[in-house]
């Protein structure tokens, strides 16, 4: 077959952007727009994946009309809730790119950080360009301080290292995107997925923006739970921790029945060992019941992860 060099014309890449929606109507078509605009100055095709997380407002309505203007608009929409780590993975799923982004949709992620994302990634230095805050302006006082904790922690326990303030924004090669959905987990979490699967990266420094509208649909709790489910998946290291303090408890238990049993000896008042033992009781017993909480995180880790459930059920699609 001979190729005829007139119609030869270069395509570009595509990028995929995946974009997980809970309630973002006062929010998509901001975004859409803003896209739409950056979009001649990018050296790719977009196409975008929303996925609506059961939206409860008109979030899935407007995608559908954007859908229906656009033909690279692609959506996929969930039966209920069931939080962003599914609907990222849903839409690492669709997505086909030869590159494919992950961004919220309140504009955080700042879209003019593009370009330069995308030429780390298309010159084959990097497989992924991250981003990560060094600010956390516009943010309570109290939820910096826990995720500083947390990260710092996080580090020392795991041998999964998290980047202080990187966000799940970034730009990846078709490559790492099909290494993090060779990962088979249920209980995902993104940010220690990411970078277990290694792969280089190069992480852009950005100040902190505020979200352009609507609310953000994270509470302290939510938050709270997302980051002993990051712990739990990847580190063990509280079930040694577990173990030695059991051995701790164990010593001390020992040392002070000694002493006990010795002063009874000396000493014939066999009711003032009742302060000590009540003491030992409550210690040993708290240590227990501990131990037994974090075996139990673990245990439900497990439980969860062998019903094999579907991570996300669809509604519809388009
Ligand atoms: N999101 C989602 N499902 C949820 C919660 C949030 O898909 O259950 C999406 C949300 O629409 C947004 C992104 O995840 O695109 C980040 O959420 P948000 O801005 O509320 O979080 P924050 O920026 O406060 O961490
Ligand atoms: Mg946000």
Do not use: C
Not at 159 to 180: F, H, N
Not at 190 to 213: C, D, H, M
Not at 244 to 268: D, E, K, P, Q, T
């Amino acid at each position: 077959m001979i190729i005829s060099t007139d119609n030869f014309v270069t395509v570009p890449p595509v990028l995929s952007l995946v974009v997980p929606l809970h309630n973002e109507e006062a929010t998509v078509q901001l975004f859409y727009d803003t896209l739409e605009d950056l979009a001649p100055a990018l050296p790719v095709e977009l196409q975008y994946h929303f996925i609506d997380d059961g939206s409860t407002d008109q979030t899935l309505a407007i995608v559908r009309r954007l859908a229906q203007e656009n033909p690279a608009v692609h959506y996929v929409s969930f039966s209920r809730n069931f939080g962003k780590e599914a609907a990222l993975y849903a839409g690492l799923k669709q997505a086909q790119g030869d590159y494919v982004a992950v961004m919220d949709v309140d504009l955080q992620d700042p879209p003019d950080l593009l370009p330069e994302m995308l030429a780390g990634v298309m010159s084959g230095e990097y497989d992924s360009v991250g981003t990560r805050r060094v600010s956390r302006e516009g943010e309570g006082r109290i939820r910096s301080w826990f995720s500083e904790q947390f990260y710092k922690w996080m580090n020392k326990i795991s041998q999964t290292q998290l980047v202080d303030g990187a966000r799940d924004y970034r730009v990846m090669t078709r490559q790492m995107v099909d290494a993090i959905l060779s990962l088979p987990e249920n209980q995902r979490f993104s940010k220690g997925i990411f970078s277990w699967v290694g792969f280089k990266t190069k992480y852009l420094p950005f100040e902190n923006r505020q979200r352009v509208a609507g609310n953000s649909s994270w509470s302290f709790w939510a938050l709270t739970k997302y980051a002993v489910e990051g712990i739990v998946s990847f580190s063990t290291v509280p079930l040694v921790l577990v173990t030695v303090l059991g051995f701790i408890s164990f010593g001390i238990a020992l040392v002070s029945a000694i002493f006990i049993v010795a002063r009874a000896l000396v000493s014939n008042t066999s009711v003032a060992g009742w302060p000590s033992m009540v003491t030992i009781i409550l210690f040993i017993g708290s240590v227990q019941l501990l131990s037994l909480g974090v075996m139990g995180r673990y245990l439900a880790a497990n439980y969860l992860e062998t019903k094999r459930r579907p991570i996300y059920i669809v509604r519809s699609k388009h």
